[in-house]
C-alpha cells in the first residue's frame, strides 16, 4: 500500500534532520511525501523582530527549502512564515487552523513532526498543534503519527528523555541526507556541535548500532490506528 506522507516541521531545516533518511527510503520505495514548514527560521537572532529587514535571507531560505526537499523526493513544499522562536506569541487555534488545511488538501495518512518535549518552544507547540488538528474523528485521513528528534534541541533537554520506539532503516540513503542538509548554508556548525555533518553521522551510526543496521533514525510513535 502506497502511502502519502506529510512532514509538519518548525522550521527550515528541521524537516531534513528530523526525518530526512525516511523520507528518501519511502519515496524511493513509492510513497508521496510533503513538506509543511511552519516558521520563518530566521528572526530570532534578532532582539526584535522585523520580518522586513530579513525579506532577503527569508527567501534565501526558502529557496533552500525547495532545493534540500528535491533532493530528498519531496513532491510538494508549503512554507509559512510564523514568528522564529516566538510560536508562543501566536494564537494556538491559528496554527492549528494552518495544519488543517494543508492537511485536507493532502489527506495523508502518516505525519511525521516534533518530539512534545524538546526544548525548542517551537517544536512543542507544532507538536501538540499536529495532534490537535488530527483528532481521531470518524473521516480522519491520518492514521499514523511519529515525532522524530531534532539534534540540538531534542537531547538539549536534559530533564526529558526522547524514548525512540520506531527505527527506520537509512543505510543505503544516508548520504542523501546529508547531501540536502548541505543545501541548509547557515544552519550547519562545526563539529562537536550536535548540528554538524558529522555530528548527524555520528547520531545515525549510533541508532542503527542500537538496532543492528550501520545508520537509522529514531522516532517515537504518538499513535497508530490499523
Partial sequence: MKNKILIVAAHPDDEILGCGGTITRLVKEGHEAYTLILGEGITSRDETRDIRKRKREIE????????????????????????????????????????EN????????????????????????????????????????????????????????FSESFSSDVFFDISEVLPTKLMALKKYTNELRKFPFPRSLEGIELNAKNWGMKIGVAYAEAFKLIRTIV
Fill in 102 to 157: 494543508i492537511k485536507n488538501q493532502i489527506k495523508p495518512s502518516i505525519i511525521f513532526t516534533h518530539f512534545k518535549d524538546d526544548l525548542n518552544i517551537d517544536h512543542q507547540i507544532t507538536n501538540k498543534a499536529v495532534i490537535t488538528s488530527t483528532r481521531p474523528l470518524k473521516d480522519e485521513p491520518v492514521k499514523t503519527i511519529y515525532a522524530f528528534e531534532i539534534l540540538s534541541s531534542t537531547e538539549w533537554n
Fill in 60 to 99: 534565501k531560505l526558502k529557496n533552500e527549502v525547495a532545493e534540500a526537499n528535491q533532493i530528498i523526493g519531496v513532491r510538494k513544499i508549503f512554507t509559512h512564515d510564523l514568528p522564529d522562536n516566538r510560536f508562543d506569541t501566536v494564537p494556538f487555534l491559528d496554527i492549528v487552523k494552518i495544519i
